[in-house]
């Protein structure tokens, strides 16, 4: 079986810094992503940014330049660095991991995190 966890959300000024982490564990053979996801009040689910096990990258564009993704494959966790927050970036965080154990794949998903940046 296999976990997603995230954390590090929070309530931040306009122009503020968060990092949030999200951790995988159980029997995980192989990552193939992790990613973040964000959720606004009455709006869909979005992508945020994504990592590959690659090192490959994918930023949202409202969030390029501000936002960093990076990871510790060691720990199967992946960060999410968010710089000049703005109110527009007020959202649920949810991370998203997919891989494989050794008898099935998965595409699990956290519980999500509150980020509120609002002065």
């Known amino acids: 079986q296999v976990h997603v966890v995230e954390s590090g959300g929070g309530l931040v000024q306009p122009g503020g810094s968060l990092r949030l982490s999200c951790a995988a564990s159980?029997?995980?053979?192989?990552?193939?992503?992790m990613g973040w996801y964000r959720q606004a009040p009455g709006k869909q689910r979005e992508l945020v940014a994504v990592?590959?096990?690659?090192?490959?990258?994918n930023y949202a564009d409202s969030v390029k330049g501000r936002f960093t993704i990076s990871r510790d494959s060691a720990k199967n966790t992946v960060y999410l660095q968010m710089n000049n927050l703005k109110p527009e970036d007020t959202a649920v965080y949810y991370c998203?991991?997919?891989?494989?154990?050794?008898?099935?794949?998965?595409?699990?998903w956290g519980q999500g995190t509150q980020v509120t940046v609002s002065s």
């Open positions: 990592l590959t096990s690659g090192g490959s990258t």
């Open positions: 159980g029997s995980i053979f192989s990552m193939n992503a």
């Open positions: 998203n991991a997919e891989g494989r154990t050794v008898v099935h794949g998965f595409s699990l």
